[in-house]
């Protein structure tokens, strides 16, 4: 690794120095450096959230567009109309976003792409108020073209607040939710995230990043043509972002910053100089292409990547001393009623019953399995009572409170916490950063101490990583909290999930076959720490194989075959029943 | 006789874990031999190593007598060492015929290929039934006995098995340890990795046991069965 050190300078120097050169050079074209430098932001927001979004030159046309119309006809200074026309970005991106955001992959590309289209469409529509097709009545009276200076100025300003607003949320929770949720949307909803509002969040504020540029961009040249928020606009903000790589921002100012710099430089050093290349007017284009494939192959995380390989990564080294283990979250009283209560509960797919009138009800405090042959609906009912999909007929009442119609991460906030019978970490981050999504709703900061960066933000992420820290440590995994998620063994990996459900202090915790992938003794004291568990007054409901586990440590056991409840009582009692033995334990 | 499968110093890295560091043994054919240890001791490294879908980083691996190292893992299956992955790995939108016609892409005789599928079928009955039956709506024990299917259909001289009885229930459990006692009947090597380690010295003639990536014990499975500190490390008592 530390032979590639200079890997990150040889990509960055020569892209710096190009722009740089760009400014010395030829000031006229600084702005659209620091515009697309800003879209290429606009883009990154959506990529990093794994929207696949090419709505940019809509918005950025819009953006154009309300804040000329607002300069020149209302005779308003830009103070006023800039951030009126980022407003109303943002309104349109609420609005559009409602149903566009239930897309995914190309569908949302094919209707984000619809809606750049129509609001071309809609400006050609309107030439009394946009100068339609030509774009005639907003060709001049731009109040402030001639303040080339102070306009430069204020582009530069307004990147480095984009540049620092960006840098805040990585490092914040915030930014920890966009990666999680990115790597694994199920999983982050199971921990509390609301990965639809998160969603909402980035498709509105890369609207009104784009929003931005495009005034700047309209004030700039001093005139409108919607031929300039065609499709290869989109594409051109698309192709900045994917360039500078969807994993890290600063990635996408650097991919901005190539790909308009390039085709100017080859404009005024080689088009100048050798005369025949003047007949190949696309040569830009072309290079702008070939650049964008040689990153694609080569450098598949774009630019960013290169810092990656040597970024360190939080060591284990903050460790405090072995901490007591966390107990329960309790924020709502004790109640009478039962911890969790299923009445007839049924889940079809398709024609297939999954699970048929199942109920049995917990107490809090104790410890229950649920068993059965493969196929019998254990894993169905893990999913129901998380919320990861709602049961056909039937309730689930939590606290005498039905909760079978709320989503995952509303129920995860309840206090139900699950691990994946099929693990599902957050592979490409940490452990560390595993356990500390799980501390997701625990972090209690606002944005504007995130942004402001107040002691608070400071002291809430340092705890988060305290507690994470010690739940490692008492799982055994302390040494690996600096290891990428994916590359621990299977059985590894199934005690961090326990460590990233525990890190949410849940009132109840599902297991779905912990012991899966481990051998006699350590399924042995997997036993002794959910014994553990149960005298911090931890619920669970544990799924699992493994009978000398389950009749060792279960207070009672709950029994499937076919998706039907076949048998239900205390270990001793289930072992001895006839059906049981014939569906699933076998005799001898 | 040379060995069927000779590795040596087999070394894998993941970034900055090292998995398996420098393992050397052998693999006679129509053994079964076992490999246990605890989590993270480097059993599926090695496996996968061996069959290619991991990139070893360092030592060599020789079969029947060619080196296969670092190979792409379609011409390491093509010289006839198959595995079958942890996790089962199964098509899940392709039937279970579908599956099995998969698992013998690298053969020409067609008709060969259709008796191989009867062979399987009469392996495991259970799957006869659901011939047509997306691979995705078996259960996890069916899909498991898929996974061993479709990898006997490739008819391997070197059968890899990563975990075959993991999230399985108890009756299954048996079953699986059954059959692959009944393939090794039928002439096919196996090098098995198991966490049910009494049931893998049970059904192996020889056992390694990894530990950080390094060969801990290794000898006849019958004695390690009796080996105390095996007894204390991986059984418990009985």
Redesign the interface.
């Known amino acids: 690794m530390s032979g590639r050190r200079w890997l990150p300078w040889a990509v960055v120097l020569p892209i710096v120095g190009l722009d740089l050169f760009i400014c010395v050079r030829n000031p006229g074209d600084l702005d659209r450096l620091l515009i697309n430098m800003i879209l290429a932001l606009s883009a990154f927001v959506t990529l990093h959230a794994k929207l696949l979004s090419l709505a940019n030159a809509g918005f950025m046309a819009i953006g154009a567009y309300a804040s000329a119309i607002i300069s020149i006809k209302l005779g308003l200074p830009i103070a006023v109309s800039i951030p009126a026309a980022v407003l109303l970005c943002a309104g349109v991106a609420l609005v559009i976003g409602m149903p566009v955001l239930k897309l995914k992959d190309v569908y949302l590309a094919i209707c984000t792409l619809g809606f750049g289209e129509m609001v071309r469409v809609l400006i050609i529509l309107t030439p009394d108020l946009t100068g339609g097709s030509t774009g005639a009545n907003l060709s001049t009276g731009f109040p402030y073209e001639a303040m080339k200076q102070t306009r430069t100025w204020m582009l530069g300003v307004l990147l480095a607040l984009l540049a620092y607003l960006f840098w805040a949320l990585s490092r914040s929770r915030i930014g920890r939710a966009f990666r999680a949720l990115r790597e694994n949307p199920q999983a982050a909803s199971t921990m509390g995230i609301d990965i639809v509002a998160y969603r909402r969040f980035a498709f509105v504020l890369s609207a009104m990043i784009a929003g931005v540029a495009g005034a700047f961009y309209a004030h700039s040249v001093g005139s409108l043509d919607n031929g300039d928020f065609k499709f290869n606009r989109a594409l051109d903000i698309l192709s900045y972002a994917v360039l500078g790589g969807s994993g890290q921002w600063f990635g996408s100012i650097l991919g901005g910053g190539f790909l308009t710099a390039l085709p100017i430089l080859l404009r005024e050093v080689l088009g100048a100089s050798v005369g025949f290349l003047k007949n190949f007017a696309q040569l830009p284009n072309i290079i702008n292409g070939l650049a964008l494939l040689l990153v694609v192959i080569f450098l598949p995380g774009g630019l960013a990547s290169v810092f990656g390989a040597g970024r360190k990564r939080p060591g284990p080294a903050a460790a405090g001393p072995v901490r007591e283990l966390p107990d329960p979250d309790k924020a709502t009283a004790p109640s009478e009623a039962p911890l969790l209560v299923l009445e007839d509960v049924s889940r079809h797919f398709g024609g297939?019953e999954a699970l048929g009138k199942v109920g049995f009800r917990m107490q809090e405090g104790l410890i229950y399995g649920l068993i059965?042959?493969?196929?019998a609906g254990k894993t169905t009912l893990i999913n129901l009572v998380s919320g990861l999909f709602p049961p056909s007929s039937g309730r689930i009442l939590w606290l005498g409170r039905e909760i079978q119609q709320r989503p995952a991460h509303r129920i995860a906030r309840a206090g139900i916490a699950r691990t994946f019978?099929?693990i599902q970490l957050f592979r490409e981050m940490t452990v560390l950063e595993n356990v500390i999504v799980g501390r997701h709703t625990h972090i209690r900061t606002s944005l504007l101490s995130t942004l402001l960066r107040l002691p608070r933000e400071g002291r809430e992420e340092r705890s988060a990583r305290a507690d994470a820290l010690a739940l490692l440590e008492r799982l055994g995994l302390a040494e690996l909290a600096g290891?990428?998620a994916g590359?621990?063994?299977?059985?590894?990996q199934r005690r961090v999930e326990i460590a990233r459900a525990l890190a949410m202090h849940p009132r109840l915790l599902l297991l779905d076959?912990p012991a899966?992938?481990?051998?006699?003794?350590?399924t042995?004291k997997l036993g002794a720490f959910i014994l553990e568990l149960k005298k911090h007054g931890y619920t669970l409901l544990i799924v699992e194989?493994h009978?000398d586990l389950i009749m060792k440590i279960c207070d009672e056991i709950v029994v499937l075959n076919f998706g039907r409840k076949i048998a239900q009582g205390t270990p001793a009692a289930v072992s001895r029943d006839e059906q049981v033995l014939e569906a699933?334990?076998?005799r001898d | 006789m040379a060995a069927l499968l000779e590795v040596r110093d087999l070394e894998v890295r993941?970034?900055?874990?090292e998995?398996v560091c420098g393992l050397s043994f052998t693999v006679q054919a129509g053994q079964v031999v076992s490999i246990?240890g605890?989590?993270?001791?480097g059993k599926?490294s090695t496996l996968l190593a061996l069959s290619g879908l991991v990139r070893p980083s360092g030592g060599s691996v020789v079969f029947q007598g060619e080196d296969i190292t670092g190979l792409r893992a379609d011409r390491i299956v093509r010289s006839g060492l198959v595995q079958v992955p942890?996790?089962r790995a199964i098509l899940n939108p392709l039937t279970v015929d579908e599956n099995l016609e998969l698992g013998g892409w690298i053969r020409k005789d067609q008709r060969a290929v259709r008796a191989s599928m009867e062979q399987v079928y009469a392996l495991f009955p259970g799957l006869a039934g659901r011939r047509r039956q997306l691979a995705g709506?078996?259960?996890?024990?069916?899909q498991q006995m898929l996974a061993i299917g479709r990898a006997l259909m490739a008819e391997p001289r070197l059968l890899l098995l990563d975990?075959p009885s993991?999230?399985?229930?108890?009756?299954?459990?048996?079953t699986i340890f059954d059959t692959i006692a009944a393939i090794t009947r039928a002439g096919t090597t196996v090098l098995l990795v198991e966490?049910?380690?009494?049931q893998a010295l049970r059904i192996s003639d020889q056992t390694i046991v990894l530990a950080h990536g390094r060969i801990f014990r290794e000898g006849p499975s019958a004695e390690l069965l009796a080996d105390p500190v095996i007894i204390e490390?991986?059984?418990?008592k009985a």
């Open positions: 297939l059965g042959p493969n196929g019978q099929n290891q990428r590359n621990l063994s299977y059985g590894d076959e899966a992938g481990m051998n006699e003794i350590e042995r194989h009978m699933y334990l076998g | 993941y970034g900055s874990i998995a246990i605890a989590n993270g001791a599926s942890e996790g709506s078996l259960s996890g024990g069916e975990e993991m999230g399985l229930a108890p009756l299954l459990v048996k966490q049910n380690a009494r490390a991986f059984l418990g």
